[in-house]
């Protein structure tokens, strides 16, 4: 059974940092595309970015040049470094394959930019 867990969300300003992980547990993670989505209140879930089993990466445009998607195939964890954060990144962040599985979403977690 494969579980994805998030973690590090939190309130930042806007300008800030933060770092988001995931850890897979349960599948053979390094031959996945994985991927980090967003789901702002009221809006559907949507794609972020995405890295593949060799590390090539796709960013949507709204993050581009601002986040950083990278993974760990030893430790099975795919990180998502956000940077020069906006009020618009405020959303629950999930980690999932891509394309995302169903019964593999978890919680989110939590990210609020504001001042």
């Known amino acids: 059974q494969v579980r994805l867990v998030e973690s590090g969300g939190g309130l930042v300003q806007p300008g800030g940092s933060m770092r988001l992980s995931c850890a897979a547990s349960g599948a053979i993670f390094r031959v996945y595309t994985m991927a980090w989505y967003r789901q702002a209140p009221g809006n559907q879930r949507e794609l972020v970015a995405h890295?593949?089993?060799?590390?090539?990466?796709y960013y949507v445009d709204s993050v581009k040049g601002r986040f950083t998607i990278s993974r760990d195939n030893a430790k099975n964890t795919v990180d998502l470094q956000m940077n020069n954060l906006k009020p618009e990144d405020t959303a629950v962040y999930y980690c999932?394959?891509?394309?995302?599985?169903?019964?593999?979403w978890g919680q989110g977690t939590q990210v609020t930019v504001s001042s």
């Open positions: 999932n394959r891509r394309p995302a599985v169903g019964g593999y």
């Open positions: 890295i593949d089993s060799v590390g090539r990466t």
